[in-house]
């Protein structure tokens, strides 16, 4: 999928995606952004089969997320908190932990919604639930990787110290 030249696009003109890779996560996405060559906007068309959801519970420490439901119900976590979404309804995400989250399709029917984000880099995910963090540099997260991003996860259990690894006295003249 190559970026349009045009400013206006249909959404019949944006090809859906499978998104599933883990245990109750499954979804169809529409990169709308990438697909208008968008540079400080991510936004894309998702939907939620039934039972699942789109993303794991995850935080953002760089990036704002704005989500307005088009069709269906669900259930959005915000941190401990869970909160009935449905058509019309308006859902805003600064960055930090407090506002880690994950939409659910509770309904029985498909769940689609519209994703708006900035795409401040460097990014840092945090995933509450697995103890992981990931790092994104170059390419926004969404978008097809580049030569030299990092894009990389990191189990938080495996801290090390700043200069574990490093020579010490390198500095001495």
Partial sequence: MRPTKSRILSLKDVPL?????ADGVRARIAWVGYRMGSRKLGF???VIVPGRSAFPFHAHHANEEMFFVLEGRGTIRIGKDRH????GDFISLPPGRRYAHQI???STRPLRFLAVSTMELPE???YPESGKIGVFTGTPPGRRASRGDIRRWFRLRDDVGYW???KRGSGKK
């Fill in 124 to 126: 840092v995910g945090e």
């Fill in 44 to 46: 894309n068309v998702t």
């Fill in 104 to 106: 659910v399709n509770t």
């Fill in 84 to 87: 009935p979404i449905r058509k």
């Fill in 164 to 166: 574990e690894g490093e």
């Fill in 17 to 21: 995606h499978d998104w599933a890779d």
